[in-house]
């Protein structure tokens, strides 16, 4: 997953150990899209696989930080585009596909930005959970109804459940001492029984495997504070065909 963010100054660490910033992003879209130029150029942030440039107060272009993240990146190019003509929540449809150059050496993409804030950044209080859960119903309705051959002939890769949950569990366990630090007065033992004795197999049989977004945290949804409606579902690197069960822990989180 790519959940975490973090915010350097207005800057960003490429895998190559090269910087990436506004004014590099400029020559970068005034070499290879003349129809963006003059480009003003914001950086937005970043996450863990990318960094996030706004152009001209209405694209956003995501720039993949390693090799693994560019093809989770072209898959998305491929994909959005056939999900972006029905989806009943607004989502990224890339428009400007960008080359590897000198001056970054990966793909990248530009979509339209969307309206909102990421929901992550509202106060817990004033979010109407219970006003948004149809809305959020009819998209996991939506996305996990659609064609899972269709899917797979775009790219999108099969993800078994059980590996993810395994890979979860032992970053849990490798990380159990900092949460003995922060939290000593928790049940601690109790916790580490659980994620050592592992996935039980016969606890609910297995869903049959549906497109999934695989990250719907909130960070991934887009909110509009004004209208109390959610404007956007982004993030799509981590799209797969696998349990929807992923998506309904997205929405719990």
């Known amino acids: 997953m790519n959940s975490r963010t973090v915010a350097p100054p207005e800057r ?8 990436l910033d506004a004014g590099l992003v400029t020559e970068i879209i005034r070499a290879q899209f003349a129809q963006l130029v003059p480009a003003r150029v914001v ?26 993240v560019e093809r989770q990146l072209l898959i998305e190019m491929r994909i959005l585009p056939v999900l972006s003509e029905r989806t009943p929540v607004p989502i990224p449809a890339y428009r400007f596909h960008g080359r590897p150059s000198s001056e970054f050496p990966r793909h990248f993409a530009g979509y339209t930005k969307l309206p909102g804030v990421p929901a992550i950044q509202l106060e817990f209080a004033r979010v109407p959970f219970l006003q948004l859960a149809p809305t959020l119903a009819r998209f996991l309705s939506w996305l996990h109804s659609f064609p899972v051959r269709e899917a797979a002939r775009r790219g999108v890769p099969v993800q078994q459940m059980e590996s993810l949950i395994e890979e979860v569990r032992a970053k849990a366990l490798a990380d159990f001492e900092s949460v ?24 609910r049989p297995p869903s049959t495997p549906t497109l999934v977004h695989n990250d719907l945290a909130a960070e991934h949804i887009l909110f509009d504070p004004a209208t109390q409606t959610v404007t956007g579902i982004i993030d799509w690197s981590d799209i797969a065909v696998s349990d929807p069960a992923a998506d309904f822990a997205g929405v719990l989180h």
Do not use: M
């Open 180 to 203: 003995n630090k922060v939290a000593p007065a928790a049940p601690l033992e109790r916790w580490r029984a659980y994620l050592k004795a592992g996935l039980n197999r016969n606890a």
């Open 12 to 19: 960003t660490q490429l895998g190559n150990g090269d910087r």
């Open 43 to 68: 950086y937005l942030g970043e996450g863990y696989d990318s960094a996030a440039f706004e152009v001209n107060d209405a694209w956003v272009f995501r720039f993949p930080k390693r090799a693994d």
